[in-house]
């Protein structure tokens, strides 16, 4: 069974520390890695997107991806409250439909 | 990225009866995603809409509960039929719009409750 799991917090930051969110998935083959974030009633938006092993970067925010240990995590550094939101882990297989995770609640503490 | 829009925003229906939601892109494209985000849940994926094609359904969903349209490259609608109060929830219509595989973009979803 293709599954995506994520802890679902909520997690508590102090504001200016990093938020690390974590994502697992089952399927060894899967693609492609995304971070959707979710404010409270709004639609999903997407952050982040990962395709190969290692790190990417995109401002104050870093997409980490390893395929063996089939994991792919989300670090916010300089959190701020505007950060505070329900992350949403998306992964690919092969074709175009997206498996998504329960989602992290993370609340940035001012 | 793709600028999407959904009709209605919101609605309250009585049980029985059917509503019809519609998604509206800003370009064209191939492949429009409906899914259904249940109160504090994630998404669920409804099934996928091709321009020309039938859609394709996901386990557990079926086209006579949820008819799904897609006339062109730019609009699709999603009916929700015979509803019931389970039937209570967000449906959002998502476009791929990046150039990858995976990279989608979501309308501001339809708010259903079903009495």
């Known amino acids: 069974q293709k599954e995506v799991e994520q802890n679902s917090g909520p997690l508590s930051v102090p504001e200016g520390a990093i938020a690390s969110l974590n994502c697992t998935y089952s399927?060894?083959?899967?693609?492609?890695f995304f971070w959707y974030r979710q404010y409270s009633g709004k639609s999903p938006e997407l952050i982040m997107s990962?395709?190969?092993?290692g790190d990417k970067e995109d401002g104050r925010f870093t997409a980490q991806l390893n395929k063996a240990s089939q994991y792919v995590s989300l670090l916010i550094r300089d959190s701020q409250p505007s950060d505070s939101a329900t992350y949403l882990c998306?992964?690919?297989?092969?074709?175009?439909?997206?498996?998504f995770g329960t989602g992290t609640r993370l609340t940035i503490i001012p | 990225s793709a600028v999407i829009s959904q009709k209605p925003s919101r609605d309250i229906c009585q049980r029985g009866t059917s509503l019809t939601i519609q998604c509206q892109v800003d370009?064209?494209?191939?492949?429009m995603f409906w899914y259904r985000q249940q109160p504090g849940q994630s998404l669920t994926l409804i099934a996928t809409?091709?321009?020309?094609?039938?859609?394709?359904?996901e386990s557990g969903f079926v086209i006579d509960k949820f008819p799904i349209s897609r006339p062109n490259l730019t609009f699709s609608t999603l009916t929700v039929s015979n509803m019931s109060p389970e039937d209570s929830s967000i449906y959002l219509c998502?476009?791929?719009?990046?150039?990858?595989?995976?990279?989608?973009?979501f309308g501001p979803g339809t708010r259903l409750t079903v009495t």
């Open positions: 998502s476009v791929e719009a990046g150039g990858r595989a995976g990279e989608q973009y």
């Open positions: 399927d060894r083959g899967s693609q492609s």
């Open positions: 990962i395709y190969s092993n």
């Open positions: 998306a992964v690919n297989l092969e074709s175009e439909k997206l498996t």
């Open positions: 370009s064209q494209v191939t492949m």
């Open positions: 809409a091709n321009q020309g094609s039938e859609a394709t359904y």
